[in-house]
């Protein structure tokens, strides 16, 4: 490490110092009103940029005696570029007009290179930056749920969270952070609560297999949170929030951008209460549990961007999270992370460009014996990933995308008998090409081949999409193989839950394998939009657990064919005076044959809504949203024995419907107060399952953040 660390300052401290030129100007809006924050690039030179102060202005320095094209931006507007020879007299000004829709963002999570989402063959979900202000979530099960339809964040076993998305359980869709991976898991989950909201750029969610390009457990989708960048020389935030059951969040982000370096701190702090289900009610069976346990949780996190030439970029990253959970008065349930990892990117050519990283996560999990004062460790996952990609584009079009990865996946668990360890090497290659023949016409194909060494296997994924442009509409198609490999759990596990039976893990186990079809249609004029999407998907082997009678016991199997079928609707309108509104729509329908060992409590009807209204003044913002999510009564099977898991009996999850009401004010310079009413309307269950929403009615919260670097500006 140390060679790498003189090689990097010997680079930065050698590259030659040229003559530098300023040159300024204002970015605006048509009407003239300055647009603080928007971005100023050089495309000559990506490296350098500046971001407008409160009053619109922007200054760069720019090096040498060239032409050199500069392009202004900001969220909701359509970028705009000017060109400038170094050295004239004068300054160059923007005025950006608003964008009617979000289609001109850049997405990478569905083809791995940057591409715009209204160019990107397979359909792609985009949650900005201003959406997640506008819900105002603390972590991502609060956003997916207000945002997407067919997503469900239930309880499983001790108040362990469990997803369902589209009929996909959590094991099924991979959760990435800036495109890695998360070490740990409970119940099948990964520990939802390290995914919290501050900081976040934006989300893109892609649905269905996605495992051409990023391999296990992303067979039901793929879910990455991409961190925001530090865009002014030099920031400061702080923040907290403060709610029903005395909820407390408080945070606080420190950024910087000077010549080279790019840095980005971040530090969140949440609390809760345990939340009493049967206060306020006269019936003593509320539910199938009448508390909520109280937790806290703690968030540190550093991003450090490097470039160390024209072309040549590192990324660090390194990150602490701990929680705990007040599961009884003598047993606190503690939780750990510890993560870290490098990025080198280089674009050696105009045509190619080669991307080499390594990146380190550890999960623990800890019993803290309040009596003793005892901390036992008893779990501990912790993944070292390997990986390489490289992009060649030919005739300034058409991409060829080959990359590899290794992983060394290491397990120490109390389920292991004798809290014993195991560990799993895994390797993969894969490639993909993005022809793009017309300008109307796009075809991506992809393929991966995946090797897990414990589970002695070896997986093929291919993948297909197709995109045509009529006018205003584009219409997709795309076929997608997707696998899952059994994890070192699933074929090790010796564990006596609950002291009631023994789960016992399968070694001969077959992965779960995929193939996922899907159209889409979709319409754009003007401020509005509008998406319909068709899915099938057909998934063999998946692996659950079966009572087995000589063994007196559950163990891993793989079972029957199901099928998953569905249908989404998605429409949205934005217009100049200030007024936004998104629908959308989705229905899933899950077929498994009678006699299997896994009951399916998918909801088959769920949609979502939000209006909102945002405009700013010189010295005034204001920003009033309500959303809602609807999701309609599902009829299942449930057991009636933990013991034999053969007899079960009807069981009917009623409907429900939750409104949120969010107002802020962008008050003087950096000073946002936001206020919160959630479940508007006041909706309680009658009985608590672990399908139900834990809501005792109507809550309240006030927020206040401070943005430091405007109270130290002119005006």
């Known amino acids: 490490m140390k060679p790498f660390v003189l090689f990097l300052l010997g680079v930065l401290f050698a590259l030659p110092i040229q003559a530098q030129y300023k040159i300024s100007g204002t970015v605006s809006d048509v009407a003239g009103r300055p647009l603080a924050g928007a971005t100023v690039t050089v495309k000559e030179l990506p490296s350098l940029g500046a971001v407008a102060d409160t009053e619109g202005h922007y200054e760069i320095a720019l090096p040498g005696k060239e032409t050199y094209t500069l392009c202004a931006s900001f969220v909701g507007y359509e970028p705009v570029s000017g060109k400038i020879a170094v050295g004239q007299t004068g300054s160059l000004n923007f005025r950006l007009s608003e964008r009617s829709t979000m289609m001109d963002q850049v997405v990478v999570t569905a083809t791995r290179t940057p591409k715009l989402l209204k160019d990107v063959p397979i359909v792609t979900r985009v949650i900005s930056e201003a959406d997640i202000r506008q819900v105002d979530a603390t972590h991502i099960g609060d956003l997916l749920q207000s945002e997407l339809p067919g997503i469900e964040f239930s309880y499983s076993m001790n108040q362990q969270v469990s997803l369902n998305l589209s009929g996909f359980s959590g094991n099924s869709v991979l959760f990435l952070v800036d495109g890695e991976r998360l070490a740990g898991e409970t119940l099948d989950n990964v520990d939802y609560s390290r995914l919290n909201m501050d900081n976040v750029g934006r989300i893109e969610i892609v649905k269905g297999a996605v495992s051409s390009l990023y391999g296990s457990n992303a067979i039901g989708g793929v879910v990455n949170i991409i961190s925001r960048e530090s865009q002014e020389p030099w920031s400061v935030n702080l923040n907290g929030r403060y709610g029903a059951h005395n909820e407390q969040r408080y945070g606080g982000s420190v950024g910087f951008n000077q010549g080279r370096f790019n840095s980005m701190t971040n530090v969140q702090y949440t609390s809760v209460d345990a939340i009493d289900l049967s206060k306020g009610t006269d019936n003593a069976e509320v539910g199938d549990y009448s508390t909520i346990f109280g937790n806290s949780s703690l968030n540190i996190k550093e991003r450090l961007v490097v470039t160390a030439a024209e072309g040549l970029k590192f990324t660090a990253r390194a990150g602490y999270f701990y929680r705990e959970r007040d599961a009884s008065e003598s047993i606190k349930d503690r939780y750990r992370s510890f993560s870290g990892g490098v990025k080198g990117n280089w674009a050696m050519t105009q045509s190619d460009d080669l991307e080499l990283s390594y990146a380190f996560d550890q999960y623990d999990k800890s019993d803290y014996l309040v009596p003793t ?254 959303s809602g999510r609807w999701l309609s009564a599902v009829t299942c099977d449930v057991y009636t024995e933990l013991t034999s898991y053969e ?39 009658d009985y608590y399952y672990s399908n139900s929403p834990t809501t005792v009615g109507t809550t309240c919260s006030v927020g206040l953040a401070l943005n430091l670097e405007p109270f130290f500006k002119r005006k």
């Open 647 to 685: 007899e079960t009996v009807r069981q009917t999850y009623p409907g429900y419907t939750i409104w949120k009401l969010s107002l802020t004010q962008h008050l003087w310079r950096g000073m946002d107060l936001t206020l919160a009413v959630d479940n508007l309307f006041n909706y309680r269950p």
């Open 373 to 626: 004062s005892r901390d036992v460790r008893d779990y501990s996952n912790v993944q070292h990933t390997l990986r390489t990609l490289y992009n060649h584009t030919f005739s300034g079009k058409h991409i060829l995308t080959v990359g590899g990865d290794y992983m060394r996946d290491y397990l120490m668990s109390y389920q292991f008998t004798d809290n014993g360890s195991h560990t799993q090497h895994t390797a993969d290659a894969f490639a993909q090409f993005d022809w793009n023949p017309h300008r109307r016409f796009n075809l991506i194909a992809g393929v991966r081949f995946d090797w897990f060494s414990e589970a002695r296997l070896s997986h093929l994924s291919p993948k297909l999409g197709v995109m045509y442009k009529v006018e205003n509409c584009s219409l997709r198609a795309s076929y997608a193989g997707g696998f899952r490999a059994p994890t070192l759990k699933e074929m090790y596990m010796n564990f006596y839950m609950g002291n009631i039976f023994m789960i016992y893990g399968n070694p001969e186990l077959k992965p779960e394998s995929s193939h996922n079809f899907s159209l889409s249609a979709e319409y754009l004029k003007g401020q509005h939009s509008f998406t319909v999407t068709g899915f099938y998907n057909l998934v063999d082997n998946r692996i659950t657990t079966a009572w087995n009678r000589e063994l007196e016991g559950q163990v891993y199997t793989n079972m029957s064919p199901l099928q998953v079928a569905g249908a989404e609707a998605n429409a949205t309108g934005r217009y100049a005076f200030g007024i936004s509104w998104r629908v959308s729509y989705a229905y899933t329908r899950e077929m498994i044959e009678r006699g299997q060992p896994l009951l399916s409590s998918t909801r088959p009807h769920a949609a979502t809504a939000r209006l909102a209204y945002d405009k700013q003044w010189k010295n005034y913002g204001l920003n009033v949203s309500l």
